[in-house]
């Protein structure tokens, strides 16, 4: 089991820009599809982008593509989420999630073994 710590959360302007990470302990994440979702109050949880173990492939929500920017270092065994452009609508709790599976990308929550606390983002004027 690999324990998930997100960061960076808090209160942004429509427009602007949050980076989250996601730090994990307890084994190594460089073999983990590594994923980001969200859920905003009185709604489903929601997949936001997933990367491969390597970083290879990415693939977004198309709700965040073009805004959004998932990478990872598997040297210091974390992955971000770069927001850019974030409006009122990314407003959520965020989430990342890990599953020991290398080589594919992981869409659907239920796959994932691992998920951290959530970091909240608010985009407000």
């Known amino acids: 089991q690999v324990q998930l710590v997100e960061s960076g959360g808090g209160l942004v302007q429509p427009g602007g820009s949050l980076r989250l990470s996601c730090a994990a302990s307890g084994r190594t994440i460089s073999t983990s599809a590594m994923g980001w979702f969200r859920q905003a109050p009185g709604k489903e949880r929601e997949f936001v982008a997933a990367?491969?173990?390597?970083?290879?492939?990415?693939r977004y929500a198309d709700s965040v593509r073009g805004r959004f920017t998932i990478s990872r270092d598997n040297a210091r065994n974390t992955v971000y989420l770069q927001m850019n452009s974030l409006k009122p609508e990314d407003t959520a709790v965020y989430y990342c999630?890990?599953?020991?599976?290398?080589?594919?990308?992981?869409?659907?929550?239920?796959?994932?073994?691992?998920w951290g606390q959530g970091t909240q983002v608010a985009v407000s004027s």
């Open positions: 999630a890990a599953v020991p599976k290398p080589w594919i990308i992981v869409m659907n929550g239920d796959e994932y073994d691992d």
């Open positions: 990367i491969t173990h390597s970083g290879g492939r990415t």
